[in-house]
């Protein structure tokens, strides 16, 4: 392997800067005495303890847990089977279809889902009288249908990789289709599934413009109440949250990393 | 005996026929599930968007007015108004706006590229376990919230944020640099944010080049840098542009960004469908602005799929 050069290894390393001072520096100044969020006055964590007895943040963390739980899991189902139908099924009507309806949310602009979306439940409630009204279901539906997307990305890549050999075995041994899915295929791509969860929920817990124009009155998810203080200007107790959301972010994917590593082979 | 061999070979006929007619509806099921899920709150919304564009505003709930009507005598009349699309061109806000966002676009995809490139070709050279580690470090933004992300921005480039502050205490400028609420803060936004975006799948595609054909280049005395230009890059070619599109086609359409670190002179699409949706309350006018955009944006959309069946075609 010959070594790169230094010019490579400069661009990297101020890459890689590039990338983590704006993190580091939400990090430091969350514990900041002072109000100026960038001027340094002290440590002190008394934002934390702001942040924790705000209830309107505390509230809509709630509901944007809720729903990232739920437009995941359902995300999961579905992006799995989309997958598993695009890369192992023969040719069937549609097919195309849903080749490009699957890679199309990956790309598409925020502002375009959301307002389509929108649309559609508004005509939809004219003419079923379902949904009625905007909220929480709506949301979900909006997320679960760009995460699936994303898991269904996951879910290709690994089925792409995985050898086919042991689901003929299984198939040739007389093992009926559904049951070659959950006894062969399901354990092989269970990575898979749990990293698109895992994309799913974060996606999900972070999106602000589709969940503002599909959500109704009462159903504040957090990017969106973050988004309106945030634009009044930088307020030190957004910056504890954003540690918060850091640091168990880190844990999860060093955990998620350690726990897959012995799986792959 | 004949007659319940027969039975039986029926029988299985039967069995058979039926086992198959599950398998095919189990199958049909497994495909229908993702299909038509996507078909209704995926495609249709699309058609629901063309069709209100097409539509009148009106004070009422939804505000938009049908385009069928039925007249006296069972007639049913269809009533296009183009004239949410004539309004698009006439007021030169909306073709400056989608200009100018074509222009932020390609100038931070190619700024993007630049810094991607270095960065995926130095990992992809790595030993394996520093690769899954700068992998990782890579990827580990991408999981923090982007808005938190796009919001520590503010504090590094306002007037009396981190940069201004060391640049003063360094005695470097007396003044602070305006570099809040310009354009400047927005590509910087915007190349950090998707950053990843562009190195993972230029990484994918030069994790894949084969080092023998470097080997050979530098054996019949080319220098590194004939090598890079003249095999490195046409290699990676799938590479850059599928990270160029994965760039490129969101940020079209960014709100976020423009929203927060840009000013008033910064244009974006993304922004201006927002207001004319939430602070205008024109529903058909935002629907005409969503559509123009999806047809501007279909090229690019077609381009990375063909890009993306290329690269596939070319690692099987």
Not at chain 2, 244 to 263: C, D, K, R, T
């Amino acid at each position: 392997m010959k070594k790169s050069s230094w010019f490579v290894a400069t661009a990297t390393v101020l890459g890689f800067a590039f990338l983590y001072i704006p993190i580091l520096s939400l990090i430091i100044f969350s514990f900041n005495k002072s109000r100026l969020v960038t001027v340094w006055a002290g440590f002190s964590t008394q934002w934390y303890g702001k942040l924790f007895a705000d209830p309107q943040i505390l509230g809509a963390a709630w509901i944007s847990l809720k729903i990232a739980f739920i437009s995941a899991s359902l995300a999961v189902v579905l992006g799995t089977l989309a997958a598993l139908v695009l890369v192992r099924f023969r040719r069937f009507h549609g097919k195309n279809l849903l080749g490009a309806m699957i890679i199309a949310p990956l790309v598409m602009p925020d502002v375009i889902i959301g307002l389509s979306l929108l649309l559609l439940f508004v005509a939809m409630e004219a003419m079923f009288g379902w949904p009625a009204g905007r909220g929480l279901t709506t949301i979900i539906i909006a997320h679960t249908t760009f995460c699936m997307a994303y898991v269904a990305v996951v879910v290709q890549s690994r089925l792409v990789d995985m050898d086919e050999s042991l689901e003929e075995a299984a198939l040739d041994l007389g093992a009926k289709p559904a049951r070659v899915f959950f006894d062969v295929t399901l354990p092989l791509i269970s990575p898979a599934l749990v990293s698109g969860w895992l994309l799913s929920f974060t996606l999900s817990l972070d999106d602000l413009v589709i969940a503002s124009f599909t959500s109704g009155p009462g159903a504040s998810t957090l990017p969106m109440v973050i988004f309106s203080k945030v634009r009044l200007g930088v307020s030190p107790d957004i910056n504890a949250l954003a540690t918060i959301i850091i640091v168990m972010v880190a844990i999860g994917v060093l955990l998620a990393a350690t726990w897959m590593k012995p799986k792959r082979v | 005996m004949s007659f319940s061999a027969n039975k039986a070979t029926f029988g299985t006929l039967i069995k058979r026929t039926l086992v198959k007619r599950i398998r095919f509806r189990g199958r049909s099921l497994v495909i229908g599930i993702p299909l038509w899920w996507l078909i209704v709150f995926f495609l249709i919304p699309f058609v629901v968007v063309a069709k209100i564009s097409f539509s009148e505003a009106i004070i009422a709930r939804p505000p938009y007015s049908s385009l069928l009507e039925w007249k006296e005598g069972g007639f049913l009349l269809l009533k296009l108004h183009f004239s949410n699309y004539l309004y698009l061109l006439e007021d030169s806000l909306y073709i400056s706006a989608y200009w100018s966002s074509i222009k932020v676009a390609f100038f931070s995809t190619l700024i993007a590229l630049l810094v991607a490139y270095p960065m995926a070709y130095y990992i992809a050279r790595s030993t394996e376990r520093r690769r899954n580690i700068l992998l990782m470090l890579i990827i580990l933004p991408f999981w923090t919230s982007f808005l938190l992300r796009v919001y520590a921005w503010i504090g590094i480039l306002k007037t009396h944020g981190i940069i201004n502050n060391i640049l003063m205490s360094l005695g470097i400028t007396s003044e602070p640099l305006v570099m809040m609420q310009t354009n400047f803060a927005v590509y910087v936004g915007i190349v950090y944010t998707y950053l990843p975006f562009m190195i993972l799948p230029l990484y994918t595609n030069l994790v894949k080049l084969d080092n023998s054909l470097l080997e050979a280049s530098a054996d019949l005395g080319a220098n590194p840098l004939t090598t890079f230009f003249k095999i490195t890059l046409p290699l990676s070619v799938p590479g850059i542009i599928a990270g160029s599109m994965l760039v490129f086609i969101p940020v079209v359409g960014e709100f976020v960004i423009p929203a927060l670190l840009g000013g008033p002179d910064t244009l974006m699409i993304g922004k201006v469908l927002w207001d004319e949706f939430f602070s205008n309350r024109d529903w058909p006018v935002a629907s005409a602005v969503a559509i123009v955009m999806l047809v501007l944006l279909v090229i690019p959309v077609m381009l990375l799929r063909n890009a993306q069946n290329a690269s596939r075609a070319a690692s099987t």
